[in-house]
């Protein structure tokens, strides 16, 4: 029997880097692992995403792509992420911690870009939160600025991270705006109700993800199945379908009627999750799909440098030996 025509890109964000170096690794995933090409691909999720809609440029305009899923459409210009944070002081530092455990609602969003759109005026730009933990800075040019992943920098002390610009002056004045933007919160009725109810302060923007969109993302692939904004953004702007990432692989086959390439990004792998029941939802059914020749080739990638690549005939390598998750990283 030949196969479909169906293919999976399938993501697990932070898989590798959350579980313990030589955990036990499940039968289907290892199995899946063991008989699996290994192709080298980028480490870092962002680079490995724009690369599947052939992006390849150094400096990635997560910024243009996530607004434009946010929005519904893109709109020309230089964009920047400023997405709020609490910063943590630890001695003469400060530690970031990002808004994954930082509930903000719209409303505060709203009033909080109210109460410091003239810091950004000042700067030929315009502050906009079009979703509550992602807000942008929109520049008819590019500012001049390099600027450090919000995920790059969490829980970490931030000085080495901090907006910086080869132009002397422009660094300065970033630096400025940076502490002008937390006086700023400091000061903020919403930040005073937020502690009053036992909340933590909005009291920082991270600055991120900036850049111009200027080539249109490939049209690769036939549906995009994902929650996270820049995998949305991509698919959105490319011109594939798009829809929610499904719980388990028989709900994504389900909706993959049709002969074509796939991607589903699923959340990022965090400590309360476990390889069991991603083996029960995930890994056991695709490798039964494998098996019955309904999916002609899976594409596997859980963080790390390397992309792990199976099909129905790669499974017959029966010598092939399992891999722990420290030899995938």
Known sequence: MSTTGRTLSLAIPGLLDTVKQGAHVPASLGKILARANVLPCAADYTAWMFALFDIHTGDFPVAAVTRAADKGSIEPGWWLRADPVYLHADGDSLLLFDNRSLPVTQDEAAALVLELQDLFQEHDAELSASHPK???VHFTHDPGITTHA???VLGKHIHACLPNADDA???????RLFNEVQMRL???PVNQARIERGALPINSLWFWGGGRLDKQPAARYKKVH?????????????GAAHAPAPSDAQIWLAAATEPGEYL??????????TLGALEDRWF???LALLKARELERLALWLGGEKLFEVTPSALGRWWKRPRNLAACA
């Open 186 to 188: 400091h000061a903020s």
């Open 169 to 175: 002056e422009t660094a300065r004045r970033w630096r």
């Open 150 to 152: 919000l995920d790059k």
């Open 134 to 136: 992602r807000w942008y």
């Open 226 to 238: 994902a929650d996270e904004a820049l995998a949305l953004g991509l698919a959105m702007l490319s």
């Open 264 to 273: 589903a990004v699923l959340e990022p792998f965090m400590p309360e999750h």
């Open 284 to 286: 056991a059914p695709l």
